[in-house]
């Protein structure tokens, strides 16, 4: 997300780099714009869709529709400044510098709270899959609800650092380590001075919010696949026979109440298998999306010779971080049927209530005119009948 190319020398001249840079800005523009009208419908889409349907109010559906919540806000709040960065070539508010550190703020703290939601999902069906005994007892809907909160707050008060913080070897707007960065037109940092600290600590939000999570998500997931593999395994052994099972004391086949009991524990089984199935797989396809947009900015500025690297290398990074507030909603309409379904019956109850409204609108419009229609109808009668009054008696 953030790139740093502000403090050294760079292979290229400042007019040549800032060339490529406005070269590059088509790109970044076309990006912003599908990113915000996407992840803007489409994120709002699953708010109103969780908040509709009472069957999908889960504790799992309430991590999905808090990264909603957090990737609606990075489409309709933060997403449009950059854009605007991007075709201004400077920021809008420059008589407020401090509007500047708040975006910065703001884009760090977006994008870093998808990734802590996008760990909390995957730990979420770790336990779910690995320990379905203990998932009850440890997402009770107190402690849920208190690890949404520490999820939505821990990133931006870990970043508040970078919002306050100053440095004497900074020049910019009394020492801010963030503003508008008018070599790649986004607010990030500009400043971070070597032997500061400030350096080495950017470097530590990098780890814990990109690399880290990184590697904890494909360990849960190996885990979670091959227990799931198990636990396939274990219910195929289970109820392959039709329903039927032996005894260890006899052969005896189980019948009657026992065999309808047996059958309708046996469906169970399978409908929570699915279920899990179902929930491990958008999970699974979320933390690739999370690795395919983010992967290519936490290689780009972790390299040694990042400063070095051509800006537009660091522009598109930046770029295809914007892709992850929009993917999600994409994710659920082709992997959820009850999140298709409740799309598509609130897309359609919009466009009838602006279609009803407007046939209503236009009928009363009509209805309107047909009186004085018939009122000059009725007019023009009158006065035929007058006339032809008049000419019998004369």
Not at 202 to 230: D, H
Not at 233 to 249: D, L, M
Request: glycine content about 6%.
């Amino acid at each position: 997300m953030d790139n740093l190319t502000t403090t050294a020398a760079i292979p290229v001249t400042i007019d040549e780099s800032l060339q490529n840079a406005i070269s590059f800005r088509p790109f970044g523009i076309t990006i912003a714009l599908w990113s915000i009208f996407v992840g803007s419908v489409g994120n709002l889409l699953t708010i109103l869709t969780y908040l509709a349907n009472v069957k999908l109010r889960t504790t799992f559906n309430m991590f999905l529709v808090n990264l909603a919540v957090i990737d609606f806000w990075t489409a309709v709040g933060m997403l449009p400044f950059n854009l605007a960065g991007y075709v201004q070539m400077k920021w809008p508010f420059e008589s407020a510098p401090f509007t500047a550190r708040l975006q910065a703020f703001q884009y760090f703290s977006c994008g870093y709270s998808s990734i802590v939601f996008l760990v909390a999902i995957t730990v979420n069906r770790f336990v779910g899959v690995v320990f379905p005994g203990k998932y009850g007892q440890l997402f009770t809907k107190n402690r849920t609800v208190a690890v949404l909160v520490l999820c939505n707050f821990f990133a931006p008060l870990l970043l508040l650092p970078s919002l306050v913080g100053t440095d004497e070897g900074c020049a910019h707007s009394g020492g801010a380590l963030t503003g508008f960065n008018s070599k790649q037109f986004v607010c990030t940092f500009v400043c971070l001075p070597d032997n500061s600290g400030w350096m080495e600590y950017m470097m530590f939000m990098r780890v814990v919010f990109q690399f880290v999570p990184l590697i904890v998500m494909l360990v849960l997931y190996a885990f979670i696949l091959t227990s799931a593999k198990k636990t396939r395994n274990a219910v195929s052994t289970r109820y392959g026979i039709s329903g039927k099972q032996s005894f260890s004391s006899g052969k005896s086949i189980v019948v009657g109440q026992n065999q309808s009991e047996f059958r309708k524990k046996s469906d169970q089984d399978r409908r929570r298998q699915r279920e899990d199935k179902r929930m491990t797989l958008i999970s699974v396809v979320i933390c690739i999306a999370f690795m395919v947009t983010f992967l290519p900015s936490m290689i780009v500025n972790l390299l040694p010779n990042r400063r070095e690297i051509d800006v537009r290398w660091h522009m598109a990074a930046s770029n295809v971080t914007w892709f992850n507030s929009s993917v999600n909603p994409i994710i659920y309409v082709f992997l959820n049927r009850r999140f298709r379904r409740e799309y598509w019956r609130i897309i359609k109850y919009a466009f009838g209530s602006v279609k009803g409204q407007f046939v209503h609108e236009s009928s009363t419009a009509q209805s309107s005119a047909a009186p004085s229609r018939a009122s000059n109808t009725q007019s023009m009668s009158d006065a035929t009948r007058n006339a032809v009054r008049q000419l019998d008696t004369n």
